[in-house]
């Protein structure tokens, strides 16, 4: 959900979706109906503790403005 600012909307943006956002093993790290204050409170600690247990995925420090990958940082795509 990097780059997303905002919680994904159904019914003309009414209802919000609830999101499992998931670590990089696939376990739950959040549940939220609030992006973006996911963002702004609980994030930077997940983060953290994201930091050092998968530190080949990317964990930015703007979440809202970072491009979503399915790459790790070590990925160099052959040309």
Known sequence: ???????????????????????PAQRPLQITRDLAAFWRGAYPEVQKEMKGRYPRHPWPDNPTNALPTRRTKKYSPQG
Request: no cysteine; glycine share 8%.
């Open 1 to 23: 959900m990097f780059g997303e600012a905002s919680n994904p909307a159904v019914a003309d943006g009414r209802v919000p979706l609830v999101l499992e956002l998931l670590s």
